[in-house]
C-alpha cells in the first residue's frame, strides 16, 4: 500500500476516535437544547464525572467504605456510572434549571457554567488536577488488532463501534419510536403536548438525565484512553461547542454526522500540515457562520 | 335553559376569569352543556372564545372560579391531567399538527384517555384524504388536511368532550362541507361538543344552544329553537 494512503488512513483512525467524543457529546447536547432550550455548558464536566465514577469505582470506593478489596470493574461501570451521571443531571433540571425556564437562556447557559465550575473545583481539590490514568482496561480489550494499513489498539476500535451503535439507536428511538415523536412534539409545542395529557415537565427532566447521562457514557469510555482528569471535559467542550456550531442546534442527525467527520477532518488535517489540526475545527466554524449560520444540518431559523 | 335541565350537565362553567400575565381576558363566563349536547361559542375576534377553550384546557397563566366536568371540579388541576380525567379532546385553534412528526405519528401522539376510541382504520374512513398521506409530514400537509389530522387525532384518544377552536377557518367550501358532515356523525354517536365558530352558517344547524361572548363574557344565550326569530340579534352580535 501507498505509505501516504496508508498514513491517511491511520490518522484517519485515530482522528475517528477522537470524533467518537464528539459525536456522543454533541448528540447529548443537540437532545437537550431540542426539547429544553438550554445550552447545557456542564457537558463537558459532566463527561468529566463519568470519567471520574468509573475511576473512583475502580480505585477509590473499596477503600473508602473500608471494604478494600472492592473493585468495581470497567464493565458495570460502563452502566453504572452513566446512570448516576443522569441522576445527578435531574437534579440540576428538577432544582436548579426548572425555576430558569421562564428567564432568557443566558441565565440557564450561566448556571450550567457554575456548575462546571464547582464540580471542577471539587475534584481538583480532592483529587489533582494534572491527571490520574484509569487501570480498569478490560483484559478483553487490551492489545491490538491488525487493521491491514495499520496496529489498532482493540479497546480504541471496541470505543468507535460501540459508540457508533449508541449514537445509531439514540437516534432511532427519537426518530423512529412512540417516545421519540413525543419528544420531537414537546420540542415543537410544550403547551399543546402538555395539553394532550402527557406530564410535559416529567419529560423534559428524564430527557436531560438522558442527555447527561450520554456525557457520562462517553467520559467512562474516555478513562481508560485518556489520563483522568478534572480539567479533561472542559478542554473538549470548546470543540464540542464548534462541533454543535457546525451541525446545526438542535439536529439529532447533524450532530452525530458532523462529531465523526470533524474527528477525520482533525485526524488527517494531521497528516498534511499537523500545527493546524488543532485549529481546523475552529476555522470550519468560521466558514460555516458566514455561509449557513444555522448550520449544515439546522432548521431555518 | 329547557334543553339543559332534561340531561346531567357534563361541562359546566360559573364565574370563570382567566388571566394571560396581567392581562384580564375573561371577566365570568357562565355556561353549562349536557352530555350528547352541542354548543357553539359565538363572537368577535378576541372575545375570548378561544381563551374560553384554553381556559378549560388549562393553557391560560392564571384561572379562576369553576369548571366542572362531569360532576369534578378542574380549575385546580395542572394542564397535563385536565385530558385524562376529563376525557377531553382539544382541537387548537391554529390546528397544532407538529411538523416534525407525519400524519401517523400526529394520530398517534395524544395518549388515550379511556375506552371507545375511534379506531385508527375507522378514521381513515372518514378522512379519506388522510389515508392518502400517512407518512407525509406535517409541514407538507394542506390546511384541510390538517384540520381532519387535528380532529382525528383526538378521536382516536377515546375523549368524549370535545373543543373544536374554529375548525372551518380558511377552508374550502367542499371541506366545510366534509367537516359538518362529521360534526353531525359525531353528534349522533353521542360525543359532547363545545364548537368556537366564526362561520354562523356552518354553526346553526348543529347547535343545541348558541352562547354570545363579548369582552370576556357571556352577553346573550339563544337556544337553537329561536334562532329564527333572534336572527336581528345575532346579526347585531356578530356583524363587525
Known sequence: MDPMIRLILAQGMLGLNNGVFYAMLSLGLAVIFGLLNVVNFAHGALYMLGAFLALIMYSYMGAWIGMSDLSIGFWPSLILAPILVGCFGMLIERFMLRRLYKLDPIYSLLLTFGVTLVLQGLFINFFNASGTPYPGMPESLRGVVNLGFMMFPKYRLFVIVFSILVCFIVWYVIERTRIGSRLRAGTENPELVKAFGINVPLMVMLTFGFGTGLAGLAGVLAAPIYSVSPLMGANLIIVIFAVVVIGGMGSIAGAVVTGFTLGLVEGITKVFYAPAANTVIFLLMVIVLLVRPNGLFGRQG | ?240
Open chain 2, 1 to 240: 335553559m329547557s334543553s339543559t335541565t332534561l340531561t346531567k350537565p357534563m361541562l359546566k362553567i360559573e364565574n370563570l376569569h382567566a388571566w394571560y400575565g396581567e392581562s384580564h381576558v375573561l371577566h365570568g363566563i357562565n355556561l353549562e352543556l349536557g352530555e350528547g349536547q352541542l354548543i357553539t361559542l359565538l363572537g368577535r375576534n378576541g372575545a375570548g372564545r378561544s381563551t374560553t377553550l384554553r381556559s378549560i384546557m388549562g393553557m391560560v397563566d392564571k384561572r379562576t372560579g369553576s369548571i366542572q366536568i362531569n360532576g369534578a371540579e378542574f380549575i385546580n388541576k395542572p394542564a397535563h391531567r385536565i385530558t385524562p380525567e376529563g376525557r377531553i379532546g382539544f382541537c387548537p385553534e391554529e390546528r397544532g399538527i407538529f411538523s416534525s412528526l407525519n400524519v401517523e405519528e400526529n394520530l398517534m401522539l395524544p395518549p388515550g384517555v379511556g375506552d371507545g376510541g375511534i379506531s385508527i382504520e375507522e378514521l381513515f374512513e372518514m378522512f379519506p384524504n388522510l389515508a392518502n398521506v400517512r407518512k407525509r409530514m406535517g409541514t407538507r400537509l394542506s390546511g384541510g388536511e390538517q384540520q381532519m389530522l387535528a380532529i382525528a387525532r383526538i378521536l382516536r384518544t377515546g375523549a368524549r368532550l370535545l373543543l373544536l377552536d374554529e375548525i372551518t377557518e380558511g377552508l374550502a367550501p367542499v371541506i366545510v362541507k366534509t367537516l359538518g358532515r362529521v360534526i353531525r356523525d359525531l353528534k349522533a354517536r353521542g360525543y359532547t361538543i363545545v364548537l368556537v365558530e366564526q362561520n354562523f352558517r356552518f354553526a346553526a344547524p348543529l347547535a343545541d344552544r348558541h352562547y354570545i361572548i363579548e369582552h370576556g363574557e357571556v352577553i346573550d344565550t339563544i337556544e337553537a329553537a329561536d334562532v329564527e326569530a333572534s336572527m336581528d340579534r345575532l346579526n347585531h352580535y356578530l356583524s363587525v
